[in-house]
């Protein structure tokens, strides 16, 4: 079936067993000509890790962990499509920013879809899916950060239900000034 037709994939959280997959997949995702927009790292810094880091990756968000889950769209019994992954950020706690988490939230993070499947609609499927979880696990809010020059994110984002929040976020690196937006889905 050409690859351009959706529904001809499966909607699933990995196991962590699947180490090297997520290490492909991952690695794929930093060659996007977008990648500095998109991820706080390098292909270079994560070629370089080694496979006990993919191991933990992994098994954070493989089905049967607590404060993560990892979802991918695949072709049943062959390639991953895309994936995204639902950070649980628990209220009373502090983010990665260092900004209080006032309610029990879901961060989406890592989001990639191969181009070939980009505009089939498999990325609101992997929304869908992390959407299903993230309530069913009594996640209150679910939020994302996405660079203001990646249009075509906002543009999948806003698909899945998410809107600006009106907060940016300080970008972590040498670039002074530059932030992030943030989106949120109220549940
Ligand atoms: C981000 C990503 C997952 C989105 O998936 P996708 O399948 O490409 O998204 P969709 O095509 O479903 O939705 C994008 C929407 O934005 C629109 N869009 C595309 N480029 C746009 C632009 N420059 N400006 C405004 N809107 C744009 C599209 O037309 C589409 O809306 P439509 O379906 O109403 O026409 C995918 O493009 C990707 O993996 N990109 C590289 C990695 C990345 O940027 N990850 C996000 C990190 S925050």
């Known amino acids: 079936m050409s690859a351009s037709v959706p529904g001809d994939y499966v909607i699933r959280s990995i196991r962590a067993d699947e180490w090297p997959a997520v290490k492909e997949l ?21 070629a370089a890790r080694p496979d006990s880091y993919w191991r933990e990756r992994a098994a954070l968000g493989a089905d049967g962990a607590a404060g993560a889950r990892q979802f991918v769209a695949e072709v049943p019994g062959g390639m991953w499509l895309g994936t995204l992954t639902v950070l649980v950020e628990d209220a009373g706690t502090k ?9 029990r939230q879901g961060h989406v993070v890592g989001v990639f879809v191969r181009p070939e499947w980009r505009g089939s609609g498999l990325t609101k499927a ?8 993230a309530w069913a696990n ?11 020059d990646n249009e075509r ?3 999948a984002y806003r698909k899945a239900g998410f809107a600006p ?3 940016t976020v300080p970008l972590a690196g040498p ?9 949120v889905l109220e549940r």
């Open 26 to 46: 991952r690695l794929r995702a930093l060659r996007d000509p977008l990648a500095h927009l998109a991820y706080l790292e390098t292909y270079d810094d994560a």
């Open 95 to 103: 983010d990665w920013a260092g900004f209080p988490v006032e309610r």
């Open 126 to 133: 992997l929304f869908d899916a992390g959407l299903e979880w």
């Open 138 to 148: 009594g996640l209150e809010r679910m939020r994302l950060i996405v660079h203001p």
């Open 153 to 155: 994110a906002q543009g």
């Open 165 to 167: 929040s009106g907060r």
């Open 175 to 183: 670039g002074p000034g530059e932030v992030e937006l943030e989106f």
